[in-house]
T-cell receptor, first 114, second 111 residues
Framework: DAGVIQSPRHEVTEMGQEVTLRCKPI?????LFWYRQTMMRGLELLIY????????DSGMPEDRFSAKMPNASFSTLKIQPSEPRDSAVYFC????????????FGPGTRLTVL | QKEVEQDPGPLSVPEGAIVSLNCTYS??????FMWYRQYSRKGPELLMY????GNKEDGRFTAQVDKSSKYISLFIRDSQPSDSATYLC???????????FGPGTSLSVIP
């Protein structure tokens, strides 16, 4: 398996623009997680899905952030409009199920909002 | 007070040294404890996983959990330059809960 795939790897955009980050989890994994990592705040969980259903979105900073998982092999995280404080590395991770706690992380998307 | 605290470092040690990385936590409901390793510009990867109190050894790595003190440790013996990375502790209350990560400790092992 190729592991968790994220695209793009780098994104530079201007304030006010819409940003869409994409994730393909490992095949067969039931859980998908979106994290944001910054030096100041560390690794923060934004939202996670179980069987394509959002379970906990309490970490989503505000209404400018939205996430979808239309099927078991694809998820998006959208920021509209983007702001400079959204600059961070965004990770997607997937997990096989409740009996296995290991999360497999993707390589991340480094987002810079100018 | 944050749920999980970890000294951010950076920690710099000579090759061959024994490294001790630590985390404290505030919620006694945590039952599963993990250490993730994150190389620069990569995603974290699971290094060790333990349940409840006690020690677990895997090669040069030993994970230790003391639930009475709400304290977990990761020991690295005979440290190598390839161990240079950020180490994040992580913990979870039940299988259905989200994982809480510590802020990470940056480690450099100097040849």
């Amino acid at each position: 398996d190729a592991g968790v795939i994220q695209s793009p790897r780098h994104e530079v955009t201007e304030m006010g623009q819409e940003v869409t980050l994409r994730c393909k989890p490992i095949s067969g994994h039931d859980y998908l997680f979106w994290y944001r990592q910054t030096m100041m705040r560390g690794l923060e969980l934004l939202i996670y899905f179980n069987n394509n259903v959002p379970i906990d979105d309490s970490g989503m900073p505000e209404d400018r952030f939205s996430a979808k998982m239309p099927n078991a092999s694809f998820s998006t995280l959208k920021i509209q409009p983007s702001e400079p404080r959204d600059s961070a590395v965004y990770f997607c991770a997937s997990r096989a199920g409740t009996s296995d706690h290991e999360q497999f992380f993707g390589p991340g998307t480094r987002l810079t909002v100018l | 007070q944050k749920e999980v605290e970890q000294d951010p470092g950076p920690l710099s040690v000579p090759e061959g040294a024994i490294v001790s990385l630590n985390c404290t936590y505030s919620n006694s409901a945590f039952q599963y404890f993990m250490w993730y390793r994150q190389y620069s510009r990569k995603g974290p990867e699971l290094l060790m996983y333990t349940y409840s109190s006690g020690n677990k050894e895997d090669g040069r790595f030993t994970a230790q959990v003391d639930k009475s003190s709400k304290y977990i440790s990761l020991f690295i013996r005979d440290s190598q330059p390839s161990d240079s990375a950020t180490y994040l502790c992580a913990m979870i209350k039940t299988s259905y809960d989200k994982v809480i990560f510590g802020p990470g400790t940056s480690l450099s092992v100097i040849p």
